[in-house]
């Protein structure tokens, strides 16, 4: 772990670019004395030095097998990008997905097997060494009991461990800490079928989520986002123009906080809030009611609005209000999961959502069964535990893990067992808490490294290739198993079987097509298959959970957006991407309602101890309105005690309040009752949130729909922004004089006009689009200490404003990504002393990175304040500040220049991009058409809310949404003349406040 | 106008003694006796790029072949060098030591490690394609010197920002920053 | 203003001794307050060691506060320059005899502060080893400074100020070195031989040097208006609310003369007492400084005013915002001890027990200094902190280590110059003073207008 790769081998990996992205600081001309230019050995006919390839593969960062192209530089992996062939992501990509590639080059990779000496400490060990001793093993072990977990495996991969375990009479078990058992239970109850359905956000004319986070971590969020942009994103043209949007649970999550309305019930009641819903539908025919929906009025007649406002908290008159509005729509969608999913009592309420689709007729329509999703057939919490209780009891004798970490998301009850267990083989390409735990590690192949494949979904088989060689003595566990199994070939011959089996005519034609496509599409979706009530819908409905005891909290843990279920932890992107909602970042937290907080004499930062029935951890307070005031919430993902340098030691382990006892239906429960206790200790948590109030500054507008119903085009309705009329007279004199200015050398004749279009009601604040930028622009991250003095890089930042009722109550918030505006007009420009900020002849507002000498005047004047200096070298070998530890400096970005310490830094609309297409396009004798560029936060995006292009050109998608009615610009009173133009958001309710 | 800024700028000395000849008569590289008085760095074969390019005539394309596609013009891989020299085993005593070094690197594996002479700081871009697509395929000499006449290859420009610009200036092309700084 | 009359008793002849034993051995006291101007010094440099090395982020500096300590101790440093140009120059054309005793400290002061001032935008900028792209110089780039950045214009103004005042100040001491040039002997006399030029106090020498002297001063005056408010307009010229006003360029000047009095009035006390020059530093003298204090205190203290009434008239909300946190944000203890200093503590000044009472002019004078500095301080590092436009990007700065040792070093530059220059050279204009005095053998001691 200690020794870094070999700069020889570093080099040639490096192929003919010398140092790579080569920093500022190799400043000087001809050649540093130690610069080597070492050939390839034979030109890989895939590649040309200087220009990019592109390989087609799957994300494995989560199970929803989002499609994703490499972008490949002299055998280097330095970008992903959402392959536009799948149909799950269309081409686009969440942060977790962006920060796969610094999986691949993390510097705490394991680089060769380790095994487990007498001492008990690691020791490295050669492949061959590994092998005699596992078979030995396995050898031993058989008929004693041999298990092999897993991640969620849908996959060959999966396949072969299956045939391989039973032919050793083992088995396999596959977890997920975050499990779906409640969302198959509930279906069960109701439908009598334990599959997922797929969700159909992109028709739904009304959202109603009862816990489900489905834009952050549920299920598939990148489909779902990109889905439920365009359902609920106004749009003029649309007859609904947009979906409202509701959203029921205790705390506001990244999805709760896109909602147009929050109803935070009582945590644990949403099912009976769904219920009575229902029984409103039904009893007032609201709906066209299924026949044999006469078979719930037992049910629901138990749960009139009336009988259950006092146990949910919600309103009689609110309930009615949401069920008539649900049904009225005609096209209403609830949908359960997340935090309602992880209650004792989860799988009745996701039953009774259940039952409210169907009473709506939503079942069939946007509801569909028939695509069963992968990650929901992983074995059930109950399977696990009965593992651990086997393992307990000595009755496993050898133990493989692969793709989970069980130790860290069950803490004690794990750890504990896994000591009774005769031997342990770990497949982690880190050294995460279980893999320290074992005898022998055989660190694997990084997902960009090894052949695979995945099935997310029937009709979907994403294809996993290889496509960089290997960083380090890691083996492929494919190739392990079949070795162990005593099976001829490599893994890619037996994945290449598997499909040979699927298609029998013209295979290596179908190969072909899926290695350049990322794996084989059905072209049509999956058959939906119809499904009626349960025999029996007795179990549904069960009472709520009792009322609060004592002194204890209801304290509810939940996945951290980015993070995870900690997978994410050690990855520094991950870790200095502020969290969506929180805004706080490398720590982890402890939602707190003012009122509680003001009962406990709290303040952000302050300690509590939170002591549940199985554990006690310490998290800081983060107080919000944005959390009912009888709930603490806490998020996962911090608190290793290993997996690398940056997890480890940081801020606590949430699961460690969480008890491992199997509920009712075989799931695991993510609420607990715990005693809070103020600690007395403080911490300056890292939060880069500013004022969570707009303060009318004009930053981002809000729209009623109604009002921007009524908008037409040319309609300028937020004119008042723009210059007052007593100096429009003397701005535009003033234009003109520019103009005239700006019409010699180099700014002679036609130029493009780069612009940028932000629609507010697409964005949801999920920040692919930053993570996206740390990587196209090779931004350093500047780690915890650093950013507590707001030290950190982002180019772009997403300001999160809350919307709140007349109560002050927030319902929702509105994101708006805050970078370069690229002003027409721009205050930065006259100020630079040396001209490194200027304006180039196609608009943009340059930053000579090489010219700048660091006054940081420039930043003064910047209204947006989006100009970051780089306080230290970032980039400097061992330096106490290094950002980019080998071989983590392999994903820099060679077309971006690595910025030395003491230089000013900003968006460039990714400069390096438009010249790229510039050059590609004279190459072929013609000019840059709309659609070449796209920045790196428009590729990501997964709610499609940015689009790049030439504002001079007037058939240009940008060009038009820059005269939308909506269309504004930030701080325009200034006359800066940004070149992003925010289309406003639009919210349900009339009359729209934001602080 | 290439070669006019090529013979403002190289020294007779540079061509040894010999003015650069058009490409249509034949040229014969000298024989080098005393290596050592040779200018620019030793490199770890001595490849001689006056009897590849300028005696064989073989176009720099054929061995940096990315360069009109591509930023980054490329090294030959040690395989394009051992697909002549499979055949090609030299003449003079001298130039079989030299060619064995390519065929005992292709044997052990073992691409040479050449010393870098033309280094660009890291921010500054270098399109080849586009200049190559202006000037024409012979224009690599602008900046890299009459290489068809070197035994053993050094820098001649300066490479600074100013020969750069002076350059551009004199073909009126843009002298906008973000262009080569980004 | 009231001319200061100077005691009956003085004869050129003691003004000589009485100056040049100024000159005599250096005592104890002496070296102590050199070794401390130099430790602090030592500080400095050190500090500025590490910032090269490691780079700027060991100063406070957060984002968006971009500029902070570093900036306000230039501003603070220029500001004290001032008065040493008024008094020698302005004053020289008013023809009014008091400054005579006291302008060569203040001259010598103003050159010592811009030569302060001056070090400070190399060391805050990120790559120091680049400032000299600052200056247009022709290179095979076809680069140049841009003409319309107003930190451009900062360094030909600062640029400018340093010639002409250190020029001023020489010349000045012609006659005075060569004055003690005859009382001198080793080699302070070879010093005082090569820098008093020769003089020998022949009637066309005199004919000649107070013509220059009068023409120096004539170009030095509108200096003493232009420079600081080209440093105002580093701040004016930007639309940071707090910076952007029409009122910077006096409002800075008033300032900066009131901040440099008010440090003339600190080192002229201790050195009238050290060398024991009451005679002819007198408590007149004092006073008179002491108005223009009052005067240059109330026009800043009226500029404070001004400044709020646009922010709340404007209607601009930007602006109500910035002086709204200014006052009552986190910083307030800065803005009020701003207010205080500058604000109320001038308006002592109106009754002549304090303005006649060296100790509670050296006092008031001390936080003359602070309030200065503080302003400057508010000024900058708090119109960034709030960050009124964008309500998302605010930040509490906080000073560190790096910052303070700047500081200390700049202060340890400062007063190292200055003792080192009272000890080598006559503090108080011999010959100026000699003007002033009743000619030898006339009965009443009149004084010339």
Redesign the interface.
Known sequence: MTDSIDRRRFLKVLGVTGAGAAALSSCGIGPEPTEKLIPYLIQPEDQIPGTATYYATTCRECAAGCGVQVRVREGRAVKLEGNPDSPINRGRLCARGQAAIQGLYNPDRLTRPMVRNATGTFEAIDWDGAMQRLSAKVAAARGKGIVFLTGAEQSSFGDLVDEWTAQVGGRRLSYEPFGFEALRAGNRMAFGTAALPTYDFANAKYLLSFGADFLDTWLSPVEFQNGFSRSHAFDAGRPASMAKFVYVGPRLSLTGMNADEWIAARAGTEGTLALAMAQVIVSQRLAKVPADASRLAGLLARHTPRAVAEVTGVEQAAIVRLATEFANSKGGLAIAGGMAAQYPNGAEIVAAVNILNYAAGAVGSLVKFGADLAIGRTNTFADLASLISDMAAGKVALLFVYGANPAYSLPGAFPQALGKVGYKVSFSSYMDETAAACDLILPDHHPLEQWGDSRPRAGVIALQQPVVQPVFDTRHTGDVVLRLAGRPGTFQDYVQSKWRARQKTNFDQQWMDALARGGVYAESPPATRAVRLAASLDSIGAAAPAASAAQDQEVIVFPHPVLHDGRGANKPWLQELPDPVSKIAWHSWVEVHPDTAAKWGLATGDFLLLKSPFGAQKFPAWITRSVRPDVLAVPTGQGHSAYGRYAQDRSANAFELLGTQVNSYGGRTFAVRASATKTGEHRKIVTT???P?????G?VEVLGLARAKGLHAGDHPFHYEETPEYASGAVEWWGERQHEKASIGNYQGDHPRWGLAIDLSKCTGCAACVTACYAENNLATVGEQ?MQ????MSWM?L?R?WLTDEKGEPQGAVNSP?LCQQCGNA?CE??????AAYHTPDGLNGQVYN???????C???C???VR??????YAERGG??EAWPEPLSMLLNPDVTVR?????EKCTFCVQRIRGAQNQARLQDRNVRDGDIMTACQQTCPSEAIVFGDLNDRHSRVYELAGNPRGYHV?AG?NTKPAITYLARVVAQETPSHG | MVLWILASLLPPAVVFGQQAQPASQRYRAPVVNDTGSLKGPRQPIFFRHDIHAGQDQIPCMYCHSSAAVSSEPGLPSLQTCFGCHQVVGGSTPSHQAEIKKVRDAWRDKKPPEWVRIHALPGFARFPHMRHIKALGAQSCTTCHGDVQHMPQVYQVTTL????C??CHVEHKVTRDCSVCHY | MAEARTSTRLTYDYVTRTIARTLGAPTRGYFLLLGAAVGLLGIGIITLLFLLR????LA?????V??AVFITCFVFWVGIAHSGTLISAILFLFRSGWRTAVYRTAEAMTVFAVMTAGLF?LI?????W??Y??IPYP????????F?????WD?FAIGTYFTVSTVFLIMGLIPDIAAVRDLATGWRRKLYGITSLGWTGANEQWRHYTRGYLYLAALATPLVLSVHSVVSW?FA????PGWHATLFAPYFVAGAIYSGVGLVITLLVPIRRLFHLEEIITVDHFENLAKLCLLTGSIVSFSYLTENFVAWFSGN??ER?AFWYRAFGPYWWASWTMNICNGLLPWLLWSKKVRTNITALFVISIFVNIGMWFERYVIIVVS?AG?????????VYNPTWADWGIMAGSFGWFFMWFLLFVKNFPAVSISEVKEVLPPPRSKAAKVRA
């Open positions: 949130e500013g004022s109030r707009e303060r009318g500054r930053t650093l003095r707001g030290r950190e930042r300001e404003y805050m205050p006259p100020v630079c002393p040396v001209f010219r700048c000498v660091g006054t940081r005047y930043s003064n004047n209204p947006y304040k970051y200096f780089n306080w230290f070298n106490e500040w030395e310490k003491g230089v000013m701080l200034l | 600074r920002m100013g020969w610009v002076r | 490691y780079g700027l982020g406070g500096y957060s984002h968006p971009y500029w935008p805050h900028i990120g790559r120091q680049y400032f792209w600052l290179n095979e780039r076809g680069l140049w400074p841009n319309k950045s107003p930190l451009i360094e580093d010229m930007a639309l940071v909300a930007a915002a960034l960050e009124p436009f964008e309500p998302w990007a605010n930040a």
